[in-house]
């Protein structure tokens, strides 16, 4: 497939992709995204390549490029702001009854990605009778670049949320979580987030363990009473 098949939209978007890599021409970065997609480049067969396969193939073609620059190329390849799920509205609001949580994601289904690579957070109030998706956080590469300390910047980008679930975080990672009141819980990779959803609806809706009772602000005494109401 030649370059000149591109439409200007997507051929724009692969230059700009190269240019985030360093030391990447176009031609050179076009032989590497034809390695991953076979004959058919097009928006289409970039929405399905995984961060994996491209950083391999960025690698079978010698170009070396820390895990940030490779986040965002291959953002600007899939046009991930195009696919930025919008928010629910009106929202749900805080209550001893709900919580706010984030989960990382580099899709709106599933939970994909490890913390510090994931390209976004969702973030939702969920009560045991309701569910809301309040907000979508992309990362912000050049924000994280001029960060100290990247698992900071991502950490305060969900600090009004008290739980995270993620599909893989290191443990350094989750200690500085953690110091933000944010209660790291592992999940599958793939997990289908309305099944994370669902499963902790039922936990609200019955009594909740000591860990989340506490992060959805329910005192000690709340808490009794709480179980003994359930």
């Keep these: 497939m030649s370059q000149s098949t591109l439409t200007r939209e997507l051929a724009l978007r692969i230059g700009l992709a ?3 890599l360093p030391d990447t021409p176009p031609k050179l970065f076009i032989s590497v995204l034809r390695a991953c997609t076979g004959p058919v480049l097009n928006d289409k067969s970039l929405a399905e390549l995984g961060e994996t396969q491209f950083r391999q193939a960025l690698n079978n073609f010698g170009i070396a ?3 940030d620059s490779i986040c965002e190329s291959l953002n600007i390849l899939q046009n991930a702001e195009a696919k930025r799920p919008e928010a629910d509205s009106p929202l749900l609001p805080e209550t001893a009854s709900s919580i706010r949580i984030a ?3 580099d899709d ?3 939970v994909s ?3 510090g690579s994931c390209r976004q957070f969702l973030v939702y109030q969920i009560a045991a009778d309701d569910a809301r998706l ?3 956080r992309s990362i912000d590469s050049e924000a994280q670049r001029q960060h100290d300390d990247k ?3 991502r950490a305060e980008l969900i600090a009004d949320c008290r739980v995270l679930y993620i599909a893989s975080i290191g443990g350094p990672a989750a200690a500085k979580i953690i110091k933000y009141g944010i209660h790291p819980v592992k999940a599958d990779q793939g997990e289908a987030i309305t099944q994370i959803i669902k499963q902790l609806q039922i936990v609200l809706a019955h009594a909740p363990p000591p860990w989340l009772a506490k992060s959805m602000g329910i005192q000690p005494v709340q808490r ?3 179980e003994q109401e359930s």
């Design 224 to 226: 009794i009473c709480f």
């Design 134 to 136: 309040i907000d979508v």
């Design 65 to 67: 490029a820390d895990a």
């Design 108 to 110: 709106p289904q599933t």
């Design 151 to 153: 698992n900071v910047y």
């Design 18 to 20: 190269a240019r985030a």
């Design 113 to 115: 990605g490890h913390f």
């Design 103 to 105: 989960i990382g994601s």
